[in-house]
């Protein structure tokens, strides 16, 4: 099979070749939620960091560090989930290439596509996944800390 050489079969190509694109598009608005939270955890976790330094009081420095650990998990979590997804969109880029490329030069690409779909989806799958399990540890986080008050306020 000779290689493509009227334009509008290149258009063609141009056009199957760029649907998966708005797939990436959508990884990179999950990719952008994501390091914004990574971001605000991690800003978190340097500021309680820095309060562990000057508490004295032994139950808020013993909640701080429990705080501080709930944190660090949070972070490995919603680090893991951006890597996933990152892996997603390079799969996806991969896959764009591969279905120009393969058709443009007729190399039989089909097994090379499924497989970067099927691991891209997979990925994305992961990442979402890690995603949901660090907002539920947060919300969880939430509520023993609005306990926590309430029983500090019991206290005093």
């Known amino acids: 099979m000779e290689p493509l050489t009227h334009l509008t079969e290149i258009s063609r ?68 989930a951006v890597g996933f997804c990152t892996l997603s969109g390079l799969l996806v880029c991969m896959l764009v290439v591969t279905l120009f490329s393969g058709s443009y030069w007729t190399v039989p690409v089909d097994k090379v596509i499924v497989l970067a779909f099927v691991l891209a989806m997979c990925s994305l799958i992961v990442a979402l996944l890690l995603f949901l399990k660090e907002t539920h540890l947060a919300t969880r986080t939430l509520r023993l800390a609005a306990e926590f008050l309430e029983q500090d306020n019991n206290r005093n």
């Open 13 to 80: 190509l141009i056009q199957i070749a760029v649907a998966p694109v708005f797939l990436l598009a959508g990884i990179a608005g999950f990719l952008n939620v994501m390091t914004g939270r990574l971001g605000r955890i991690v800003d978190r976790h340097r500021t309680l960091q820095r309060r562990i330094l000057v508490l004295t009081d032994d139950y808020m420095l013993e909640q701080s560090n429990r705080e501080l650990k709930v944190l660090q998990r949070r972070i490995r979590l919603i680090n893991w």
